[in-house]
């Protein structure tokens, strides 16, 4: 019974002999190759970061464009001069205005995704602005108002108010894209 009792001692020890040498290289091949794999994926990580910001820097700078070229559009001096018609109503020149102004902007509110969120807040704002001041205008004239008069309207009220949100928003998008760029 001793004999049975050391001999189980001993084929525990070479157990143990040949397991935690093992269990030392398993570890250390483990950790090796987790090393390797984890600074693998950083570095197509960054490459694919890379390659992502390389394929979106023309759509970005795309974006910043047109919404420049909207606002362009519908600066209220640009608008009037541009949608003026002798023969329309008031009422039917600010619906055009207006129409005009929405329908840019729904043209071109899928630039969104390129720009910042204060940016597009910064968009929007004009737009709501340039609406504003039609409305402003129009409530000002009677049933039996020409368009021109509306729009000697809206072009004296740019002339008075010295706020002028559109070139805000042009100048706020050229510094993001500095910042960006």
């Known amino acids: 019974m001793v004999l049975l009792q050391s001999d189980s001692w001993v084929l525990f020890l070479d157990l143990i002999r040949y397991t935690i040498p093992a269990l030392v290289v398993f570890l250390v091949v483990y950790?090796?190759?987790k090393k390797l794999l984890d600074e693998d994926y950083k570095r197509k990580k960054l490459e694919l970061d890379t390659k992502r910001s390389v394929e979106l820097t023309p759509m970005k700078l795309q974006a910043y464009e047109r919404l420049s070229i909207f606002l362009e559009?519908?600066?209220l001096d640009n608008l009037v001069m541009r949608l003026a018609e002798p023969q329309l109503t008031a009422t039917e020149f600010k619906h055009r205005l207006v129409s005009t102004v929405n329908e840019e902007f729904n043209h071109n509110v899928?630039?969104?995704i390129y720009i910042s969120d204060q940016a597009w807040v910064i968009v929007k704002a004009a737009r709501e602005?340039?609406?504003n001041r039609i409305e402003r205008a129009y409530k000002d004239m009677s049933e039996f108002s020409?368009?021109?008069?509306?729009?000697?309207?809206?072009?004296?009220?740019?002339m008075e108010?010295?706020?002028?949100?559109v070139s805000s928003a042009i100048l706020f998008l050229k510094k993001e894209i500095d910042l960006v760029f």
């Not at 108010?161 to 949100?165: I, Q």
Request: charged fraction near 30%.
């Open 161 to 165: 108010n010295k706020k002028d949100v």
């Open 129 to 131: 602005d340039i609406i």
């Open 73 to 75: 559009r519908i600066r």
């Open 146 to 158: 020409k368009g021109t008069d509306l729009g000697k309207a809206v072009l004296s009220g740019v």
């Open 110 to 112: 899928s630039q969104q």
């Open 31 to 33: 950790l090796t190759l």
